[in-house]
């Protein structure tokens, strides 16, 4: 990654697709999905065989950049605990979603470890990747744990026995996800494949994109899609139980550079996707069809000098819908946080940070957008007002993750620094 610095100014929403007028493109859907209807579907898949040992691509080696960390950060700690279990960059964090009272984090180490967020103890640890562990995630009802390494070796672990229930290997792993409502896992690999098995029984179907990594990707929240994004800048939304594309967005639709993040709303009727290329997309998953263009650019031109004629680079790095306002918020690597109003097309606030966004997550229930970025900071924003409501320090180096209790009240983050740390962030006002 590279650290591109400045805020940008100026903003321009791109055009409607085709001559489409999108006068109300997001409507709120309170009601969630019955997760039993939900894993039923998900039984009724017909799973075929996967094929056998998956060839392993060969090794890479992940590095992380310090840019944008700053002399003497670490005089400041404002966590309340710190898991110091990793000897090498921890590039991954998630929460249990039951409780959010464990964490499994996974680092440049070939390690992953559960611990609890209340203390720092450790319960296990996920033993036997042979690459840096970049996906780690607990099931929906926080009784599975899945670690992934880049080299393609996923593993499936009880968290009541602490022992391995399922592992299977692919190509180069490049994201991992669980089913909002079943045990089933999903995982896109850099040949182009999105692989689907049940856990722990292991049956398994594969989704064929283009010969180019599926980059990122996302089941809906119904559980029946999900939509994948790919380094050749194309979308696919696929019907899982059929294991075929529904949509891909391709050609003017599609995004010019490869895809970084998609994100879903609460009722997944709409997908935001971002790419290098810089600009956001917003696509209704019903009809494939693109009903808006979100793109912030610098009106200062940065040039560097560390490479004859090579200008610093942006891209969006992390996005996602408020849950209870039309809002979507995109992060870019020049360190602009945006907050776009969904239903006029709109900026809405531009909020600055010194340096690269890595990640951003919406609070559950209300308009706070919390962010993380090179310089090792948490941020909370409020969306409406575009004012900075609070700032977390304590890592000495980059955030690279992190995650938000279900509650809100706690923020784990994970750092090039050897570190994850628990924040408290909860608000008088809550």
């Known amino acids: 990654m590279e650290d591109?610095?400045?805020?940008?100014?100026?903003?321009?929403?791109?055009?409607?697709?085709?001559?489409?007028?999108?006068?109300?493109?997001?409507?709120?859907?309170?009601?969630?999905?019955?997760?039993?209807?939900?894993?039923?579907?998900?039984?009724?898949?017909?799973?075929?065989?996967?094929?056998?040992?998956?060839?392993?691509?060969?090794?890479?080696?992940?590095?992380?950049?310090?840019?944008?960390?700053?002399?003497?950060?670490?005089?400041?700690?404002?966590?309340?605990?710190?898991?110091?279990?990793?000897?090498?960059?921890?590039?991954?964090?998630?929460?249990?979603?039951?409780?959010?009272?464990?964490?499994?984090?996974?680092?440049?180490?070939?390690?992953?470890?559960?611990?609890?967020?209340?203390?720092?103890?450790?319960?296990?640890?996920?033993?036997?990747?042979?690459?840096?562990?970049?996906?780690?995630?607990f099931s929906h009802d926080s009784t599975l744990v899945a670690t992934g390494d880049m080299s393609g070796l996923l593993k499936v672990w009880s968290v009541e026995t602490k022992q391995e229930v399922w592992s299977f290997e692919v190509g180069d792993l490049e994201w991992m996800e669980w089913h909002p409502c079943a045990h089933v896992l999903l995982a896109g690999t850099a040949d182009g494949s999105s692989w689907m098995w049940k856990i722990p029984s292991g049956e398994c179907k594969t989704l064929q994109g283009p010969n180019c990594p599926a980059t990122c990707g996302q089941i809906l929240p119904d559980g029946k899609k999900a939509v994948v994004g790919y380094e050749d800048g194309t979308v696919r939304i696929w019907d899982l139980k059929q294991a075929s594309s529904d949509h891909v967005l391709k050609g003017q639709d599609s995004h010019q550079g490869p895809l970084t993040c998609v994100a879903s709303n609460k009722d997944g009727s709409m997908v935001l996707t971002g790419s290098v290329d810089c600009s956001t997309k917003l696509v209704n998953t019903a009809n494939g069809k693109v009903v808006g263009i979100f793109k912030t650019e610098s009106n200062v031109s940065k040039a560097s000098t560390r490479e004859a004629g090579e200008t610093d680079s942006n891209s969006v790095e992390s996005l996602g819908f408020c849950s209870v306002l039309p809002l979507a918020a995109v992060g870019y690597l020049d360190g602009t946080l945006a907050i776009y109003d969904i239903s006029t097309q709109t900026l809405r606030h531009r909020c600055h940070h010194e340096s690269g966004i890595v990640q951003l997550l919406w609070e559950e229930s209300s308009a706070v957008v919390y962010t993380c970025s090179l310089d090792g900071a948490v941020r909370l924003w409020d969306a409406r007002s575009g004012k900075m409501i609070s700032e977390y320090r304590g890592h000495s180096a980059e955030i690279l993750d992190f995650a938000v209790s279900k509650d809100a009240s706690t923020v784990v983050t994970a750092s090039g620094d050897h570190q994850a740390k628990v924040f408290c962030v909860q608000r008088p006002d809550r």
């Open 4 to 137: 591109a610095e400045g805020a940008v100014a100026g903003a321009q929403v791109g055009d409607f697709h085709g001559d489409e007028e999108i006068i109300e493109v997001l409507e709120l859907n309170d009601t969630d999905p019955d997760p039993d209807d939900l894993a039923n579907d998900i039984e009724d898949v017909d799973f075929e065989d996967a094929a056998d040992g998956a060839e392993l691509a060969d090794d890479e080696e992940w590095e992380t950049e310090d840019e944008g960390v700053e002399e003497g950060m670490e005089a400041q700690d404002d966590s309340e605990v710190t898991f110091s279990k990793h000897t090498a960059s921890v590039f991954c964090v998630s929460l249990d979603p039951q409780q959010s009272a464990l964490a499994v984090t996974g680092g440049e180490d070939d390690k992953a470890f559960v611990w609890r967020v209340s203390d720092g103890e450790l319960l296990f640890e996920c033993s036997g990747h042979k690459d840096s562990v970049t996906c780690a995630a």
